[in-house]
């Protein structure tokens, strides 16, 4: 899978894309969220570094954050909350069945190209 670039003062790191749980926005800041509990803060809108993401993995549920789909464990439809598997707790504001077709696209590619190959 694809990395992406994260760069600060002194480094340029590079992290896989798998490795990234989910993505939140600050204004012009992104901090991303790394399955090992890292935190890396970016200097890219949300909206740039989606652009960056594989759209077969990440999903954006709400205007300021994007999940890894492969992390879901759970979804709260009365809360409008999606839970990772690192227990954390993210608000989604599309309604259910778009939440659950952006999830399944995803899903339904991977299992064909399984059947195939």
């Given at each position: 899978m694809k990395k992406i670039i994260i760069h600060s003062q002194d480094q340029l790191r590079f992290v896989c894309q798998s490795e990234i749980t989910h993505c939140k926005s600050d204004n012009c800041y992104t901090t991303v969220y790394v399955n090992n509990g890292e935190e890396h803060i970016i200097c890219k809108s949300l909206t740039k570094l989606y652009k960056d993401l594989d759209p077969q993995v990440f999903i954006?549920?709400?205007?300021?954050?994007?999940?890894?789909?492969?992390?879901?464990?759970?979804?709260?439809?009365?809360?409008?909350?999606?839970?990772?598997?690192?227990?954390?707790?993210?608000p989604f504001t599309t309604t259910i069945s778009t939440l659950l077709m952006l999830i399944g696209q995803s899903a339904a590619i991977l299992t064909f190209f399984i059947f195939i190959g």
């Open positions: 954006r549920t709400n205007q300021s954050c994007i999940i890894n789909k492969n992390y879901i464990k759970l979804i709260d439809k009365k809360k409008k909350i999606v839970e990772l598997n690192n227990c954390k707790q993210i």
